[in-house]
């Protein structure tokens, strides 16, 4: 399988697929898809805390969009677009430079609640 990200990232057969285990992604249709296209998949609990960065960005998204109030999926999908843009790559790499102190959090509340 050779997927867009794979290529722009150049990152060859070396990479492993992480999902999240939410039942969307272990449906049997899904799990099928990746054995058939030998997607190799990492191997990970289903009630483990969520440490992507990128949910961070997504929530800032949310609520930059809802506070902007579409009121239709044309004027959704604009704002969408339009605050995507506004976000500072800065913020980005805020987020991303944070996962120590998350990872480090967790380990420390073992695997309980914490404040990221």
């Known amino acids: 399988l050779r997927t867009p990200s794979q290529l722009k990232l150049k990152l060859g057969r070396k990479w492993v697929f992480q999902m999240d285990n939410g039942p969307k992604h272990t449906s049997k249709l899904v799990t099928k898809w990746l054995k ?4 190799k998949v990492l ?22 969009v809802r506070a902007r109030r579409p009121t239709n999926l044309t004027q959704f999908h ?5 605050e995507w843009a506004k976000i500072p790559a800065n913020y980005c790499r805020k987020l991303v430079e944070g996962n120590p102190k998350r990872l480090a959090q967790v380990k420390q509340f073992w695997g309980n609640s914490t404040k990221y």
């Open 36 to 39: 058939d296209n030998k997607v």
């Open 78 to 82: 604009q704002f969408c677009q339009e």
């Open 43 to 64: 191997e990970w609990p289903s009630q483990s805390p969520d440490l992507k960065p990128i949910n961070n960005l997504w929530a800032a998204l949310k609520r930059r």
